[in-house]
């Protein structure tokens, strides 16, 4: 008896042990990042076919998903067991990007529920710990019931303000289950609700031909409403809608006055629905806003601010009704774009009074942004705030102006932190200048009006003594809301200093749209936009974005084909500036790039007429030697006479113009599904090049002008003579000489880059690609103008000016912000695909990601990371007495080509301390041609990987 219970003691623990393994097990492989239409929890989806993806989390190596399960459905609990929407069932496939939505047809308004469930290559299952969730938007314009609203005045009048009071009833047998609120307020709102600003966004919506889209947002306010009254409050704004001027505009166009459309859709317990709609009820009334540009600043009068204008209880007989008014013409779509916010918040580093009393406040460096200032003073009081880049040169034609309303009056702040400040006690008699609906690009701001508490004085001759008091000085730094994405550091100073101002540039430009210049010009200047694409892909997941950009590039494009510099295209600009191929250019590689980056093949589809078309039109540009109509060509590249001076002037400009056809036609060829397109724009492309031959390429000796952007292009597309790859010794040496010419004018130039910002990409990739990084390093390395370092360390820059060699008409430009693709795509060494290997690979896809660190020059570590669609891929490397240590991580479900540099050969490469070979590893063993050191080629599944050798 005793021996029976001790076997059966055995097995429960054995079984106890067992499951408790199996729970383990089980749980080892973790699904992250849930996605809808790639974001997370969406509220507010464009379209009823969205597409998922998710990531796995697994440490274990070469773990890979072999099949998958989505579920759909209005409530959680159904989710398991018969999902009500969609269950796709068990599906054999590793793809977890942009899974198509393909089950019930989904209801505008409605949150839903999906889980995904993987199998692993072990067999295990993981699931999501718990549902995630997307909310629809409005589907069809038919189920807009919301109307058009604007109030009666004129465009110098203030600007308006809307409210709505409406009441909801809440007990223990009807609860809100569900309410959301779809709005669109044009050229930008602010919504409230019971008092409170709803959402952290700014400047919305989005920038859009308001003729052909409208954008508009969707809020979760299940949680917000109160039973009995509630009041929505809405301020809109000029924004690019109606840019009227009466300061600085960079131009002037307006497409009306502003309106508003709202619907707010509330689902009860009992499946009773409600809906509240911009109509006729709404009341309107002048707002505080008595001035406001986009360009020009903000003016707000406080006094003529009623309080409680939003809340409940508020006496709103003296209100106007509004009037009903047209649509913009523009279909209203879900703005999936990641919205402006304030990215943080900025203290001064250094603050002084002028002799003159004002105050200029020093925030270190050039952001884009507003100010927020605390004040307390009398009413009627006026502050002005003025910007500038420099401290010695003030914008003048834009400010903000307050007008205070005066001591005890509680106005609605933007939040409560700044009621009180360093700490103290709230104060409710602060009053706060914040702009709602315009920003600047600046590092200086002038407070003009006010007094700090500790430099009041009685001395008559200062007349301080009535002026408001100057609590505090900060700034919002305001920039896009897209997902930061990768990193870099490394061991030389200097380095990481350039990488940081050009971060601030491309996050000062990154809007609703990507800016040349936060400040004088604000517009989509679209060669920004792809040749700046890889180093902000490195750091931003900015893939709604993107999107958003081949929309606003198809909604620009003409009749007859043509892509204008600038999308959207709010006014029209005159020869090169209208139309450039490296500016319209964009409509083809942006959408090549999403493809072969995020895997957006869909993209491709949606945007093919565009491609199509435009490069059509560009066909029709040719000369009588098959030359492309020439624009701006190489922009602002660079001599000793004449520094930056606008257009090209070493690079003919029709070169660059013919390589852009060439490369669209090239790319077109490559993704077109239609067999008999494939070969048309393939046989342009061969013609396009042979043209461009005859006119510029002079075997063994140069190309064109032997201009730096000349010979860089040339190699970097592949545009020199060839024998039609029957000899590829033949190409090598071709290649080899042309390379040979440019290293040498590179080192005539003293190694400064006088690249326009058109080809100095195709500088950076074409060394690199050699691997000739040392010559990069030094021309990065170099404190000498025109360059980086120079702006640096002699103009004491901590952002990208327009120009390299002083300080520039702007101070705040991500254009040849190039160096970033470079630190993180060669020196880490996390290569996203580029744009040349359209040339190189036979076929490439959006998982054929190179893992390959670069060591360099006086570098003795670097290390980053980048998020891609399948997750983390980290890279780092560090040299220690004579030894290189690399370490890769490739997230779960991801093969990547790893290439490990070593200055012995594959029997001095080890793997986790056991050299390589003793794994069961494929690799491939390849001599660099300037015989420096080794590449060890290897192709590796997910995990972490811990190499050293000889160095």
Request: hydrophobic share 35%; aromatic share 12%.
């Amino acid at each position: 008896m005793i021996f029976f219970m001790r076997i059966i003691w055995i097995i429960f623990c054995f079984l106890f042990i067992l499951s408790a393994f199996i729970r383990v097990v089980y749980s080892e492989t973790q699904i992250v990042n849930p996605k809808v239409n790639r974001r997370i929890e969406p509220v507010g989806i464009e379209n009823n076919k969205p597409v998922f993806r998710w990531n796995l989390d697994d440490d274990i190596r070469n773990t890979s998903q072999k099949s998958y399960r989505i579920t759909v459905a209005a409530a959680p609990e159904t989710l398991d067991g018969s999902p009500d929407f969609w269950d796709s069932g068990w599906i054999e496939s590793d793809n977890c990007i942009d899974v198509e939505y393909a089950g019930k047809e989904l209801n505008s308004s409605q949150k839903y529920f999906w889980n995904i469930q993987i199998q692993n290559n072990r067999g295990q299952i993981a699931k999501l710990p718990k549902p995630a969730t997307f909310t629809a938007g409005i589907f069809h314009d038919s189920q807009w019931k919301a109307k058009w609203i604007t109030m009666k005045r004129t465009a110098s009048e203030p600007l308006p303000l809307f409210r709505k009071s409406f009441f909801v009833t809440k007990n223990n047998n009807k609860t809100i289950k569900h309410a959301v609120v779809h709005i669109c307020g044009l050229g930008h709102y602010e919504l409230r609700l019971n008092g409170r600003k709803i959402g952290q966004s700014f400047i919305d919506p989005g920038w859009t031909n308001y003729k052909k889209t409208c954008l508009y947002s969707s809020y979760d306010i299940t949680n917000l409403l109160q039973s009995g009254e509630n009041v929505f409050g809405v301020l809109l704004g000029n924004g690019m809608y109606n840019v009227s001027g009466g300061r600085y505009v960079k131009f002037k166009g307006s497409f009306g006055l502003p309106k508003l459309i709202a619907q707010l859709e509330i689902t009860y317990s009992n499946n009773t629905t409600e809906t509240i709609i911009t109509d006729e009820s709404w009341n309107c009334s002048y707002s505080p806003i008595i001035f406001s540009c986009v360009y020009g600043g903000e003016d707000f009068d406080a006094t003529r601010l009623e309080s409680g204008w939003d809340m409940p209880n508020f006496n709103d007989t003296n209100w106007r009704k509004v009037i009903l008014t047209e649509s913009p013409g523009g279909a209203l779509l879900a703005q999936e774009t990641p919205p402006v916010v304030v990215a943080k918040t900025l203290k001064p580093v250094n603050l002084k009074r002028l002799n003159n009393g004002h105050y200029l406040a020093d925030f270190g460096y050039n952001f884009s942004g507003r100010p927020r200032i605390l004040l307390r003073g009398a009413a009627g009081k006026k502050v002005t705030i003025k910007t500038g880049e420099l401290p010695n040169k003030i914008w003048q034609g834009h400010s903000y102006t307050y007008t205070l309303a005066g001591n005890g009056k509680n106005l609605p702040l933007e939040n409560e932190t700044d009621l009180s400040y360093n700490n103290s006690t709230p104060d409710k008699n602060l009053e706060l200048i914040l702009p709602k609906f315009s920003y600047f690009g600046f590092q200086f701001l002038q407070i003009e009006g006010a007094v700090r508490p500790e430099d009041r004085t009685n001395n008559a001759n200062n007349n301080d003594d009535d002026l408001p008091e100057l609590v505090s000085i900060c700034a919002d730094f305001t920039t896009s809301a897209a997902e930061k994405v990768g990193e870099f550091n490394c061991s030389n100073e200097m380095f990481n200093e350039i990488d940081a101002m050009i971060n601030r540039s491309v996050q000062s430009n990154l809007q609703s749209v990507l800016t040349d210049c936060p400040h004088r010009e604000k517009l989509g200047w679209l060669e920004v936009s792809h040749l700046m694409s890889p180093s902000i892909m490195s750091r931003y997941d900015v893939q709604n974005l993107y999107r958003k950009i081949c929309r606003d590039i198809s909604e620009a494009q003409l009749d007859n084909g043509l892509v204008p510099d600038i999308a959207p295209e709010y006014t029209r600009f005159q020869a090169g500036f209208f139309e450039s191929p490296e500016w319209g250019g964009a409509a083809v590689i942006i959408p090549y790039q999403l493809a072969y980056v995020y895997g957006d093949k869909k993209i491709l589809d949606k945007q093919r007429q565009t491609m199509k078309r435009y490069i059509d039109y560009l066909t029709t540009t040719r000369n009588d030697q098959g030359l492309v109509k020439a624009g701006l060509g190489d922009w602002y590249d660079w001599t000793p006479q004449k520094g930056h001076a606008g257009y090209a002037q070493l690079t003919p400009r029709e070169l660059t113009a013919t390589a852009m056809l060439y490369l669209n036609a090239a790319i077109y060829a490559k993704i077109t599904t239609d067999k008999n397109e494939k070969k048309t724009y393939a046989k342009l492309a061969k013609e396009v090049k042979k043209d461009y031959i005859k006119s510029y390429g002079k075997i063994n000796n140069t190309i064109a002008t032997n201009s730096q952007g000349a010979l860089a292009l040339s190699i970097a597309l592949k545009l020199y003579e060839n024998n039609n790859n029957k000899d590829k010794d033949d190409d090598n040496i071709i290649v080899t000489n042309i390379l040979e010419q440019l290293i040498k004018r590179i080192e005539q130039d003293q190694f400064a880059p006088t690249t326009g910002e058109v080809t100095f990409r195709y500088l950076l990739e074409t060394l690199s690609e050699s691997k000739r990084n040392d010559i990069i390093w030094t021309i990065l390395s170099r404190t000498e103008k025109p360059g980086y370092g120079y702006m640096l360390k002699k103009l004491n820059m901590k952002t990208l000016s327009e120009r390299w060699d002083k300080y520039g008409e702007s101070m705040n430009h991500c254009m040849f912000g190039h160096a970033q693709e470079w630190f993180s795509q060669s020196v880490v060494g996390i290569r996203l695909p580029r744009t040349s290997d359209i040339f190189r690979n036979e076929k490439i896809t959006p998982c054929n990601y190179v893992i390959a660190p670069k060591p360099v020059g006086d570098l003795t570590s670097a290390t980053g990371f980048w998020n891609s669609p399948f997750g983390k891929i980290e890279s780092q490397w560090q040299i220690k007495n004579n030894r290189l240590f690399c370490r890769v991580k490739i997230p779960a479900n991801l093969t990547c080509n790893v290439e490990i540099p070593t200055k012995g050969n594959e029997n001095d490469v080890a793997l986790d301390k056991i050299p390589l070979k003793q794994h069961k590893i494929n690799f491939t063993p390849i001599q660099e041609p300037n015989n420096k050191f080794n590449i060890i080629t290897m192709k590796l599944g997910s995990g972490v990987y811990e190499f050293d050798t000889k160095w």
